[in-house]
């Protein structure tokens, strides 16, 4: 039996580093979704950090639609292997049936991540560096859910305050979704 600390480094150090390689993949996969401009340096970011992995999966696996195939299928394969270490390494029993729903979640939960940033740095950007090259990337990430906003809301003495429903949203979504799955995924586990 491995000691407490080392078990519970160990859990931080998985769940950290792959956890930072799962959101720029998610990133790749949602920029490619709203066909961001290749050569925005978020993009480039992104594609240039998860290529090696990608580009040989992706030539078997087509786009479908605007979505990358190859990138939802390394980020829920990505996703499974974290939760499978963890399981082992916590003693626990893995489950196949919990494993992918704790995979799924955590794929719904990076998608609401990568929003939320969006609109946080979108509306920090749009007051400090209105003609950043971010600016435009991040309002095409963000506007699957500002735009139905901001036709009901509008500017308030010129200015947008889509934000703050916006993020009220995306946190109501992650306690209404992503914790139930988290919660049901967990229980597999335990059996």
Do not use: W
Not at 10 to 35: D, G, Q, S, W
Not at 52 to 80: C, G, K, Q
Not at 85 to 99: C, D, M, T
Not at 137 to 156: D, G, K, N
Request: without cysteine; hydrophobic residues 60%; positive net charge.
């Amino acid at each position: 039996m491995m000691p407490e600390t080392i078990r519970i480094a160990l859990v931080f150090l998985i769940n950290t580093l792959l956890n930072l390689y799962l959101f720029v993949l998610m990133l790749r996969a949602m920029l490619e979704l709203v066909r961001a401009n290749y050569f925005n340096p978020l993009t480039q970011f992104s594609v240039r950090l998860t290529h090696h992995l990608i580009d040989p999966i992706r030539r078997r696996l087509p786009n479908f639609y605007n979505i990358e195939t190859a990138s939802v299928v390394v980020i829920f394969a990505i996703a499974m292997i974290k939760f499978f270490l963890i399981a082992l390494i916590n003693g626990e029993l893995p489950h196949v049936g919990g494993i992918s729903i704790l995979a799924l979640s955590d794929m719904l939960a990076l998608i609401i991540q990568i929003l939320t940033y969006a609109i946080l740095i979108q509306a920090v950007l749009s007051f400090v560096q209105p003609y950043s090259p971010l600016v435009s990337t991040l309002s095409l990430l963000a506007s699957p859910i500002m735009q139905p906003l901001r036709r009901f809301i509008p500017p308030i003495a010129g200015l947008d305050i889509t934000p703050i429903p916006a993020l009220i949203f995306l946190q109501l979504l992650s306690m209404l979704l992503i914790n139930p799955l988290m919660t049901l995924g967990q229980g597999f586990m335990i059996r």
